[in-house]
């Protein structure tokens, strides 16, 4: 069973992601450097998110594409976080059932 991911690690890691992301756009389109930057960031990021959020196979492919030039303007970290996090927040205590009336 996958443990549950608390409300806050779940916004820092989408935080992170979109952070990361909006970095990138502009970086890449500033030439060389700006690949270097963003290659040095998704590996920060990729790191980062596997020690809040655990291992997830979205993030292997984020990592491989943001290293080809012009695919990384997807998106690719915020995609990733939506699929590794969907599903795994706290689940609510459960609440038992009421007692039947009598008639």
């Known amino acids: 069973m996958i443990r549950p991911l608390g409300k806050t690690r779940i916004r820092l890691a989408w935080a992170i992601a979109l952070a990361v992301d909006a970095i990138q756009v502009p970086a890449d389109l500033s030439g060389p450097m700006g690949w270097f930057l963003g290659a040095g960031l ?13 291992f997830h196979w979205a993030f292997l ?3 491989v594409t943001e290293a080809v030039p012009y695919l990384n303007l997807a998106p690719l ?4 976080v939506a699929l ?8 609510l205590p459960s609440v038992p059932p009421p007692p039947p009336s009598l008639p």
């Open 77 to 80: 970290w915020t995609l990733a």
């Open 84 to 91: 590794a996090t969907r599903g795994r927040g706290e689940a």
């Open 61 to 63: 492919p984020s990592f």
């Open 42 to 54: 998704d590996l920060i990021t990729m790191i980062v998110l596997w020690a809040m959020l655990g």
